[in-house]
């Protein structure tokens, strides 16, 4: 019962937001129309303001993908990782999750691909994916479209979030699947 009102919840939820700005807006005898437009010529320039940003990510993380750096690094740590129950397939996505939420998605359908679905490797890096973010592209993206060049604080605590993110779903993975 729970599920199929969950279920016409978020069927009707977007069409239902929709139709009530849309009356709201001609109640109040807003001119939609050119309101959107003025909210269309923003977002464009935006975009166009954080091409160099998204390029620079999507250039980075394609170098350290085909440098081999990141698999270069698994082997090394792989001793440590092993020790701490951390399956060495699940180190890409540690460092490319910060750095991309599409490249570490790519990375996570690869675990979950090449070790199935019910392995500890795909559990962890599936929790893994839903407790970090891409501290990067959010650094570069929002900064970048209002304009802020120091993010050298924002920097150091999103990275010590993907962190702690990181630790706490090796935890949590440690005490329900292992």
Do not use: H, Q
Not at 111 to 126: E, F, R, V
Not at 143 to 150: E, T
Request: proline fraction near 4%; hydrophobic fraction near 55%; include cysteine.
């Amino acid at each position: 019962m729970i599920t199929k009102l969950l279920n016409l919840i978020s069927l009707w939820a977007l069409p239902f937001i929709l139709v009530f700005v849309l009356t709201y807006g001609l109640a109040k005898k807003v001119p939609l129309y050119e309101e959107f437009t003025v909210g269309a010529k923003d977002g464009f320039r935006i975009a166009v303001k954080i091409i160099p940003y998204l390029v620079a990510i999507i250039v980075g993380i394609s170098m350290l993908r085909a440098s081999g750096a990141i698999d270069m690094l698994a082997s090394i740590l792989n001793p440590l990782l092993t020790k701490c129950n951390i399956p060495a397939d699940t180190l890409p996505l540690m460092i490319v999750r910060s750095l991309s939420g599409s490249g570490a998605l790519g990375i996570f359908s690869d675990i979950a691909n090449n070790l199935g679905p019910d392995s500890y490797a795909t559990k962890l890096a599936a929790v893994m994916v839903g407790s970090s973010e891409t501290t990067f592209y959010v650094l570069a993206v929002y900064f970048g479209a209002v304009g802020i060049s120091k993010i050298r604080y924002a920097l150091i605590v999103g990275l010590l979030a993907d962190l702690i993110g990181i630790i706490a779903a090796v935890s949590v993975c440690n005490l329900m699947f292992s």
